[in-house]
């Protein structure tokens, strides 16, 4: 059985940090590529940071220089190092697999809120 599961949400003020923790299970973690996306009030989900199996990285312009996805395939782990957050940051933050052993398949974690205030 496949497990996303996020951590690390929380309230923070406003020039802060974050990092927020996704561990998976069920599929072989090495080989599958990892993303974290972002959801709004009343705004569609967004793709944020994205890692493949060989670690390589893409992300949102809006986190570009803020934000840092990273993987440990010894943990089963990917992180998201989130700095200098501001209000616009507030979201539900997901974690997606995309994963291909033993079986192609995309599943997603529960989401983490991060609510960015003074």
């Known amino acids: 059985q496949v497990h996303v599961v996020e951590s690390g949400g929380g309230l923070v003020q406003p020039g802060g940090s974050l990092r927020l923790s996704c561990v998976a299970s069920g599929f072989t973690f090495s080989t599958a590529a990892m993303s974290w996306y972002r959801q709004a009030p009343g705004k569609e989900r967004e793709l944020i940071a994205f890692?493949?199996?060989?670690?390589?990285?893409n992300y949102a312009d809006s986190a570009k220089g803020r934000f840092t996805i990273a993987r440990d395939n010894s943990k089963n782990t990917v992180n998201l190092q989130m700095n200098d957050l501001q209000p616009d940051d507030t979201a539900v933050y997901y974690c997606?697999?995309?994963?291909?052993?033993?079986?192609?398949?995309?599943?997603w974690g529960q989401g983490t809120q991060v609510t960015v205030s003074s």
């Open positions: 997606k697999a995309i994963s291909f052993s033993p079986t192609y398949r995309t599943d």
């Open positions: 890692i493949s199996s060989g670690g390589s990285t």
